[in-house]
């Protein structure tokens, strides 16, 4: 009888016990010296086990002699129970999968629960019995960790983020590796991030007078982000009916964002003064980029894939494609008159192609970046705290928190609180106004109701 299960049609098998028969090729000879020796080697049957004798005993000959005198026999042992399951797969593919067992009530147990399997979740929760972690990162990245695809400006498939994908990967399968992924258990998740955070990163802190070097600290925010991988690759793997659930579901807060530490460096008006004062000589190039970084606040992979066909002088506003943006939406920000005239420039250099990037840069300007924040003095700066400055100055000339998650592209409040810091002048500018307040409350203290109204 045929039935559907799992998204396969397979035929109905009852599975059954037995115990297992194994057969050996025993052969006994004396040495050279006189003393009894015996060979015993394990056979697949009966049959394979009466060659194997008449093999051994050719291969004694040639060693000691052709006179020598052997003597042989098969005999069987009973072996392990076993739990079999048959079935026929919607390829038309017939299949037994057994399981070895302790005892005869242990193989009913495991025949019962194969058949479960196959009910609820088809063959493949058979598979997945015997799946490693290894053998599951292989196919994910296969299968999801690849480059990003896209139509009609939309992606269908593939991740963004593909290549720190890969790198955490190689890392979860240095810890997992041939572990069953059905034996992975809320405690290893936990064991796994204790040692992450205990390993320390190939960064280097400080470079002591003796030689030595202290390397920096993992932080939590990157551990999380390899849980997020090994997240989405066991609930892949429950898609695929390899998993009945994932030990996520057991966890939810073992990542947990709130306990990042969350960046809140802004640059003050003489610290940009200072960085674009250092954007000179082979590092010229970036003054254009972070006054764009500054004016807009455009994530660096939006400014890198800008295209002049996107830059839009006569009105002042610059469209981001949906394609290049984090969120997949395209948005429109305005253009300042510094980052103009930066365009204007730019413009008269470049062929005269609107298809052709804005800065002349694909990948990313670390190393030049690091050079001229080093000469400005200022080597805590990171170029994504550009991004963290232009929300911090929208939010001090009083724009609505709304319209600035819009113009960072935003989908979630949330995020944009995450960019907004109080800066020292929005701090005194607090201050002052609680001075105000409590000057105002003094004066009226004591004074006749009236004369307050």
Same mark, same amino acid.
């Given at each position: 009888m045929l039935k559907s299960s799992g998204g396969f049609i397979m035929r109905e098998r009852s599975g059954y016990v037995y115990q297992e028969i194994n057969w050996y090729a025993v052969v006994t000879y004396k040495d050279n010296s006189g003393q009894p020796q015996t060979i015993r080697r394990r056979a697949k049957s009966q049959s394979h086990a009466s060659e194997l004798a008449e093999q051994i005993i050719e291969e004694l000959k040639q060693t000691i002699g052709h006179s020598l005198k052997t003597s042989h026999k098969v005999i069987s042992e009973k072996g392990a129970w076993i739990a079999r399951v048959t079935l026929t797969d919607s390829t038309g593919k017939r299949k037994n999968v057994k399981r070895h067992a302790e005892n005869k009530t242990e193989a009913r147990e495991l025949q019962k629960k194969l058949l479960r399997q196959i009910e609820d979740r088809g063959e493949q929760a058979i598979e997945g019995d015997r799946l490693t972690f290894d053998k599951l990162a292989d196919v994910y990245e296969k299968h999801k960790a690849k480059p990003p695809e896209y139509h009609d400006e939309r992606k269908v498939r593939g991740l963004r983020s593909y290549r720190n994908v890969l790198t955490h990967l190689k890392t979860l399968k240095a810890f997992f590796g041939r572990k069953l992924i059905r034996s992975i258990t809320v405690a290893d998740i936990e064991e796994y991030k204790s040692v992450r955070l205990k390993t320390k990163t190939c960064r280097v802190k400080e470079k002591r007078e003796d030689g030595t070097i202290e390397y920096k600290a993992r932080s939590l925010t990157s551990v999380n982000r390899e849980l997020e991988v090994l997240r989405a690759m066991l609930q892949f793997a429950v898609r695929q009916n390899w998993l009945a659930r994932s030990p996520f579901s057991l966890a939810e807060s073992i990542i947990s964002k +709130?306990? $990042?530490k969350q960046r809140e460096r802004i640059l003050t008006r003489d610290e940009e003064e200072k960085l674009l004062a250092a954007c000179t000589d082979q590092r010229a190039h970036l003054r254009p980029i972070i006054i764009c970084a500054l004016d807009t606040g455009m994530r660096q992979g939006e400014i890198f894939k800008l295209q002049w066909k996107d830059v839009d002088l006569a009105n002042r506003t610059i469209i981001i494609q949906a394609f290049n943006t984090k969120t997949l939406t395209q948005r429109e920000v305005g253009i300042t008159d510094r980052l103009a005239q930066e365009f204007e420039r730019l413009w008269e250099l470049s062929p005269k192609d609107p298809e052709m990037i804005v800065f002349g840069? $694909?990948?990313?300007?670390?190393? %030049?970046?690091? %050079?001229? /924040?080093? =000469? +400005?003095?200022?080597?805590?700066v990171r170029f994504h705290d550009l991004r963290h400055t232009h929300a911090t100055r929208l939010v001090s000339a009083h724009i609505p928190l709304s319209e600035v998650g819009r113009i960072l592209g935003h989908t979630q409040a949330? =995020? =944009? *609180? /995450? *960019?907004?810091n109080a800066n020292v002048e929005t701090a005194r500018r607090a201050a002052a106004v609680l001075d105000e307040f409590n000057k105002s409350s003094r004066e009226t203290k004591g004074k006749p109701a009236e004369l307050v109204n």
């Open positions: +709130a306990d $990042e840069i $694909e990948n990313n300007v670390k190393h %030049s970046f690091l %050079s001229v /924040r080093k =000469t +400005a003095g200022l080597p805590d949330n =995020t =944009t *609180y /995450r *960019y907004v």
